[in-house]
């Protein structure tokens, strides 16, 4: 028993520290993180346009070079600046630059700045010439005697009246000197996937020798909290390899992988995504980059091996764009679409992704029946507890074997006194003599954190998560419980410090977990006791900042852990030291005597 709890201890010890790391170490990060991006939409309210009328270009080259301007323009006179071809779908608002054919201005209807369905949607694009700026462009590296060539400067022209809807495609055209003719036709689907098809005709008299290239740049460091939960920054699938670079490491030295084929590569968010899919039959050198010639700027690139256009024939050549949320469905379902190589791999399921993601689909199946995402953390931990139940079995099982043994434990004691080495080879000849493991109790418990962690994992990063309510006061699983007993749950009227912060339902489980630990007898070495006494409030403490979904996760398991525990004790002859614990508690402790 007393091997047992040393591990327990070692365990809690260890969450602890992951605890404390998140407390003291995230928190401060995330609401710093929190401030800028608040101070940023109250700068963009003054900006933003409800319909896109004209749009604006830059003069960013493909490899990288300076734009000719330095300083930031408002939203509005950025898009008022050039030609556009509007967008608009059921997910997607905006509206293409003509100047590059550049999809540099775009909005997720779907999605909204707060839970308050009448804050301003998702902005995911916009012009470079804006603070903001953040676009994705395809185009071509030619030589003279191909002529000039599509990139960031072309004007293409586009059918009066145009709309890129997810029925009506918009084909756009520029002719060059040497009579090449770029036929650029730009499709969308329901979703977010844009499918972008160059007919090249060549009716020169020369061969047009000409390589295509893309890329996603942003010209804004966003504000990203260093966490290894989860990567945002620069993410692509070179070939077979799956490449994550940072922004502050792609700052101090850029990524240029071997020539690869097939693949994607692009920038991400926690919750967005902005990717090119090349051609997946031609090769290509990819890179990701950050440039501080003129406005700073971060990107993500690939150009294709060069081929060649004869007189009178023509090429066509097909890329795909993914801009928008990463919704899991839909992620997946265009890995599967369009075979692009892991593309499931946008969304960062972590190490435990045969963990990770198999939660996230389960969670799923009982959200898309009861349509609600807390009451499907509920029912998944029961179905997780049921699978674990064996486990739990043994576990209890061996703790019943432990206290069987109790008395000859406290004989051996007494005989060896002080004799550590002859104490330690007694006892595990007693544990020999009695087939006892002493350590089969704490294997449930190491397999169950992956479990947690997975399920951590999965509110945290998963898009579904955010914004999502419960019941009540809890309107989106994702962010903490926004109660405090300090202004006495909303009662009084001011905010309470993020230190002090503490919610309802980080309290429920604080109440569970102390119940949970006084299941088992109090350990009898004074440390250890101290321990077990302290740690539920500790964790109430640490737990209050942590999302919400995954509070409720920990306060229900406690509950059916305290079921579970009482069941298979009972089974097992074992004493439920629950009511014994708790009136010890209140127990006057005797005066110490006289000698």
């Known amino acids: 028993m007393q091997n047992n709890r040393n591990y327990f201890i070692a365990i809690a010890l260890s969450v602890l520290i992951v605890l404390g790391w998140q407390f003291l170490y995230m928190n401060p990060r995330i609401e710093a993180q929190r401030k800028a991006e608040l101070a940023q939409k109250a700068q963009q309210k003054t900006e933003q346009v409800q319909t896109p009328t004209a749009g604006g270009a830059s003069t960013a080259q493909p490899d990288g070079a300076a734009p000719s301007a330095t300083t930031t323009t408002s939203l509005i006179d950025a898009l008022a600046k050039n030609p556009r071809v509007v967008i608009d779908t059921a997910a997607l608002a905006g509206s293409i630059n003509l100047v590059g054919a550049r999809l540099d201005d775009l909005k997720l209807k779907g999605y909204h700045e707060t839970v308050d369905d009448s804050s301003p949607i998702i902005t995911l694009f916009s012009p470079s010439e804006t603070k903001d700026g953040y676009f994705a462009e395809l185009g071509y590296i030619g030589d003279a005697a191909t002529g000039s060539v599509p990139g960031p400067s072309t004007v293409w022209t586009a059918p009066e009246g145009a709309k890129l809807t997810e029925k009506t495609p918009v084909t756009l055209t520029y002719t060059n000197e040497k009579g090449i003719t770029f036929a650029r036709t730009i499709s969308v689907d329901e979703h977010y996937m844009f499918t972008v098809t160059d007919k090249i005709t060549n009716a020169g008299q020369a061969a047009a020798a000409l390589s295509s290239y893309g890329r996603v740049t942003r010209y804004n460091k966003p504000a990203v909290a260093s966490t290894y939960v989860l990567h945002e920054g620069f993410i692509g699938v070179i070939g077979d390899s799956l490449i994550e670079s940072k922004y502050a490491a792609v700052e101090k030295e850029a990524v240029t992988p071997e020539t690869a084929t097939g693949g994607w590569l692009g920038i991400t968010d926690k919750y967005w995504a902005a990717t090119i899919i090349p051609p997946q039959q031609t090769p290509y050198d990819a890179r990701f980059t950050h440039f501080t010639d003129g406005q700073p700027r971060f990107q993500a690139d690939y150009k294709q091996n060069a081929v060649t256009v004869a007189p009178g024939q023509s090429l066509e050549l097909k890329n795909l764009v993914f801009a928008g949320a990463k919704e899991v469905p839909v992620i997946d379902g265009y890995e599967k679409t369009y075979s692009i190589p892991k593309f499931d791999r946008l969304i960062d399921w972590g190490w435990f992704y045969f963990l990770t993601k198999p939660m996230f689909r389960l969670m799923d199946f009982f959200f898309r029946y009861f349509g609600n995402f807390g009451v499907a953390i509920l029912l998944t931990t029961i179905v997780v507890k049921a699978l674990f139940f064996p486990l739990a079995s043994k576990q209890y099982a061996s703790m019943a074997n432990m ?193």
């Not at 699983?477 to 912060?501: K, Q, R």
């Not at 306060?555 to 629950?578: D, F, P, Y």
Request: with cysteine.
């Open 403 to 595: 206290k069987r043994v109790q008395p000859k434990m406290e004989e051996l004691k007494s005989k060896f006194g002080d004799d550590r080495m002859a104490l330690q080879q007694a006892t595990m000849q007693l544990y020999k003599d009695e087939k006892i493991n002493p350590i089969a109790g704490c294997w449930p418990i190491l397999l169950q954190i992956p479990v947690f962690f997975a399920l951590y994992k999965v509110i945290y990063i998963t898009i579904e998560m955010r914004h999502a309510p419960f019941f009540g006061w809890i309107q989106d699983l994702s962010a903490p419980d926004p109660t405090s007993f300090i202004n006495l749950f909303g009662l009084l009227p001011f905010e309470a410090p993020t230190l002090l912060h503490l919610g309802i339902w980080p309290l429920i489980m604080g109440v569970t977990m102390f119940v949970q630990m006084r299941m088992n007898p109090t350990p009898p070495d004074p440390t250890q006791a101290m321990i077990f006494n302290w740690m539920p409030l500790v964790f109430t403490f640490m737990l209050a900042s942590f999302p919400a979904g995954l509070v409720i996760y920990w306060a229900w398991n406690n509950t059916l852990s305290v079921l579970q525990q009482s069941v298979i004790m009972k089974r097992h002859g074992v004493k439920i030291e629950l009511f014994d614990n708790l009136k010890g508690l209140f127990k006057r402790k005797p005066a110490p005597t006289e000698k």
